[in-house]
């Protein structure tokens, strides 16, 4: 089989940790989309890949796998899949009109506006209404707070969650097809504290948050994804849903995308693609 990476860094742990299981018996490759060297998949030499594993979502990157796809090429996860959770109000949207345990979630258009309206309930949760590296994800404890922020991200379009109490930590669910694995990672808004992502497996958490989890990947029609859960009085609420995230140091996420790419590239698999309503 032949498996395309469509990353700028094939090098990932998660990745790399894939190529080698793969490059015993199959070709792995890889192509950086918002390379401009990278040719029309129409165009490419060897034709097309059995399947590509998607880990960017650059606009380039995403009409890169938009244009795979129009060619017949499966791609994990889906280009439609991958853009629905990077907007922050779609993704709320979705979840709610699926039954998920979602935070409540309003939009604004900018900052300015939200202040305009008067003062919310504080404290809230304000986050980029459009998911990306270095987006704002702050908490406003007051008014004071809220206009801060409103100076440095003047023309940012956002959203706003109310601030759930929780134990400061978040509980990082990740799925790989049918595999789920676990961790717990101290929130961002939370004081630091020292050490990293502490191990967690699945079979710790309770039946109804694996439902939840699994109901995302039905919801954003998402093969390879992650869900961030607050344990909020012992209920679950997902706060965040992410497409191909790292999965760092989990045993056996390695192995279980391996599986999955040679599921989808021997059609054993196909990719989920979001229904549109």
Same mark, same amino acid.
Do not use: C
């Given at each position: 089989?032949?498996i395309c990476?469509?990353?700028?860094a094939?090098?990932h742990?998660?990745?790399?940790?894939?190529?080698?299981?793969?490059?015993p018996?199959?070709?792995?490759e890889?192509q950086d989309?918002d390379?401009?060297?990278?040719?029309d998949p129409?165009?490419?030499?060897?034709?097309?890949?059995?399947v590509?594993?998607?880990k960017t979502?650059?606009?380039?990157?995403?009409a890169h796998?938009r244009?795979?796809?129009?060619?017949?090429?499966?791609?994990?996860?889906s280009?439609?899949?991958?853009a629905l959770?990077?907007d922050r109000t779609?993704?709320?949207?979705?979840?709610l009109?699926?039954?998920?345990?979602?935070?409540?979630?309003d939009?604004?258009?900018?900052?300015a506006?939200l202040?305009?309206?008067?003062?919310p309930?504080y404290p809230?949760?304000?986050?980029s209404?459009?998911s990306?590296?270095?987006?704002l994800?702050?908490?406003?404890?007051?008014?004071a707070?809220?206009?801060?922020?409103a100076?440095r991200?003047?023309d940012?379009?956002?959203v706003?969650?109310p601030?759930?109490?929780?134990s400061?930590?978040?509980?990082k669910?990740w799925?790989?097809g049918?595999?789920?694995?676990?961790?717990l990672r101290?929130?961002?808004?939370?004081?630091p504290?020292?050490g990293?992502?502490r191990p967690?497996?699945?079979?710790?958490l309770?039946?109804?948050?694996?439902?939840?989890?699994r #109901? /995302?990947? &039905? %919801?954003? *029609?998402?093969d390879?994804?992650?869900?961030d859960l607050l344990?909020? +009085?012992? $209920?679950p609420?997902?706060?965040?849903v992410?497409?191909f995230?790292?999965i760092?140091?989990?045993? #056996? /996420?390695? &192995? %279980?995308? *391996?599986?999955?790419?040679?599921?989808?590239?021997?059609?054993a698999? +196909?990719p $989920?693609v979001?229904?549109?309503?």
């Open positions: 089989m032949r990476l469509l990353t700028p094939p090098d742990p998660l990745l790399a940790a894939a190529t080698a299981l793969l490059t018996r199959h070709q792995v890889w989309p390379d401009p060297g990278t040719p129409a165009l490419a030499p060897q034709g097309l890949a059995d590509y594993l998607l979502r650059t606009p380039r990157a995403l796998a244009r795979l796809e129009e060619l017949g090429a499966p791609v994990l996860n280009a439609a899949a991958t959770v990077q779609a993704m709320a949207e979705t979840a009109r699926a039954g998920l345990p979602f935070v409540t979630t939009t604004a258009p900018t900052l506006h202040l305009d309206r008067g003062a309930a809230v949760v304000v986050k209404r459009h990306r590296r270095h987006d994800v702050a908490r406003a404890d007051d008014a707070a809220l206009r801060a922020l100076g991200w003047a940012e379009p956002v706003v969650q601030f759930s109490a929780n400061g930590w978040d509980h669910l799925v790989v049918d595999r789920v694995f676990a961790g101290r929130s961002e808004l939370a004081t504290v020292p990293g992502t967690l497996t699945a079979g710790d309770p039946a109804s948050w694996l439902d939840a989890v #109901g /995302a990947g &039905e %919801a954003f *029609a998402l390879v994804y992650g869900v344990d909020v +009085a012992g $209920r609420l997902i706060v965040d992410n497409a995230p790292g760092r140091g989990r045993e #056996g /996420a390695p &192995e %279980a995308l *391996a599986a999955l790419a040679l599921r989808t590239a021997g059609g698999h +196909a $989920r979001p229904v549109t309503v």
